[in-house]
């Protein structure tokens, strides 16, 4: 498990699939916030962005699932992807306020 800031949002990489902490498969990126948005919110969201699911409940959530062919290198995990789906989250997160 990785955890860290991008542009001031926390977020949180979950590794699968791994042989002896190498060779990874899969990862899942997780973002998650105390104040909770409601089913409506979250279905909102899901229905604009297909890779990256909003989840409502004890707080608001956000994961993406992501699956490499040949293992989870910097350059796959941490690239362009990321910066744009952590840009709609961070606009999305903005226009709902009680999220911040």
């Not at 949180?12 to 997780?30: L, R």
């Not at 699911?53 to 699932?65: C, P, R, T, V």
Request: charged share 20%; proline share 2%; glycine share 8%.
């Amino acid at each position: 498990m990785i955890s860290g800031r991008l542009q001031g949002m926390k977020y949180v990489i979950y590794f699968y699939g791994c042989e002896n902490h190498e060779k990874c498969k899969s990862i899942q990126f997780s973002s998650g916030y105390t104040n909770p948005f409601t089913a409506d919110q979250a279905n909102e969201w899901n229905k604009k962005y297909r890779w990256v699911k909003a989840f409502s409940g004890d707080g608001s959530n956000f994961k993406m699932d992501v699956m490499f062919r040949g293992g989870v290198t910097r350059s796959t995990c941490c690239g362009s992807s990321l910066r744009i789906v952590q840009a709609r989250l961070r606009a999305y997160i903005v226009a709902t306020p009680f999220l911040l």
